[in-house]
């Protein structure tokens, strides 16, 4: 990723695409992140494996629509974002539609040699 900008779009393209390896990847090595459902995973091999069952799931063909961005800048080669989206396609344990719903990732993203990566994140589901 070129700006820290670029990442609720990358996450929100490889969250529609259930593509846990490619969210992993937009995570540092050693970071952490709460799922929507309150799953906890350290590190991208776990982060993957968690967003995968999330994907196998309620998640399984939920889509997001980026809504409102708030980002701030804290220091060089750092940046703190709120994300809001809209998920579409959520399903019950029956394959029923859920409602739609807001969620909101909040990140904190560090310059690396990699790029901008996330060294800790979390997924809330925001009350009607």
């Known amino acids: 990723m070129m700006t820290p900008e670029d990442f609720p779009r990358a996450f929100a393209t490889a969250f529609s695409a259930q593509d846990a390896a490619a969210i992993a990847a937009l995570m540092g090595e050693d ?4 799922t929507p459902t309150g799953q906890y995973a350290e590190g991208r091999p ?15 063909t939920a889509r997001l ?32 539609d859920l409602p739609r719903c807001a969620l909101v990732l909040t990140a904190t993203l560090a310059a690396t040699q990699a790029g901008w990566q996330a ?9 009607d």
């Open 119 to 127: 060294l800790a994140a979390q997924l809330s589901v925001l009350a």
């Open 65 to 96: 629509v980026k809504g409102k961005l708030r980002l701030r800048a804290p220091g060089p080669g750092a940046a703190l974002i709120t994300q809001r989206y809209v998920v579409t396609g959520a399903q019950n344990e029956s394959g029923a």
């Open 46 to 60: 776990a982060i993957e494996a968690a967003l995968a069952a999330e994907f196998a799931g309620v998640f399984r």
């Open 31 to 34: 970071a952490d992140l709460v």
